[in-house]
């Protein structure tokens, strides 16, 4: 059982995890990263969880990294970081990731939200990267993920300034997808999850890596994957079962075969 998280399944084929260490704004620490990859990687091997929904407190999704816990660590100890690890399994996680972000979302908390394919934000959420502040800079991908989902302009002035944005900002500048009451946030996640989950699993699984090919490879690239994506579909069971549930009027019945 981890100690930092709480795991319930939402609705069908959505599993919640929530993030608890209240004491501290659910700062990460190597035990809530570790136990939080571990969980990720239950997800992905069960058959049943279609989609995943992570959220945090009304205060917090998570205050970033562990400060405490950081101060202990010298450069080779940062050399040598299990964490580094629990980021690579975590952004690894190939089923849809949808964060419901209320409060503060800061520093390490904000790179933990960016690994989410959606991200879903209360009114009172706050954005930032604060690190600079600290005399750090973020270093779980913070940097290369900001500047993607906002752009460069807003991307240097929230890591150069340590400035937050309130949810309103993020929403125009494209790190959420939408704004909504903050007692409604992990419901709305939660309803959009499910809608992900009744879907063809293959399909949303290639459909998922396809767009996040676009981050990082040139076009030629990433439409050649796409094409070889939606090429290997046509052999699925699932698409033969959408097409004909779609002729025959009724709602198809997905296997992800
Ligand atoms: N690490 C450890 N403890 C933290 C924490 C963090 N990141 N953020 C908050 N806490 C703890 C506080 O120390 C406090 O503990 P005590 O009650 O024992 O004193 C408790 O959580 C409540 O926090 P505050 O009293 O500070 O609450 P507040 O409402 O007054 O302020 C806040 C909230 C503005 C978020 C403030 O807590 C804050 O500035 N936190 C640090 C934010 C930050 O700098 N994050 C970046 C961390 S570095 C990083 O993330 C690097 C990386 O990924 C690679």
Redesign the pocket.
Known sequence: MPHTLAVTTAATGVRLITLQRP???N?LNTELLAELADQLDLAAADHAVRAVVITGSRK?FA??????E?AERDLVGILDDPRVACWQRISAFAKPLVAAVNG?C???GC?LAMHADILVAGEDARFGQ??I??G?M???GGTQRLLRAVGKSLAMQMVLTGQPIDARHALRAGLVSEVTQPELTVERAVAIARLIAEKAPLAVRLAKEALLKAQDTDLASGLRFERHAFTLLAGTADRDEGIRAFQDKRTPTFKGR
């Open positions: 004491q501290a704004l700062a917090a205050a970033g990294a562990d400060i405490n950081m503060f800061l520093g390490g790179e604060p690190e502040n600290l750090i973020p270093g779980a």
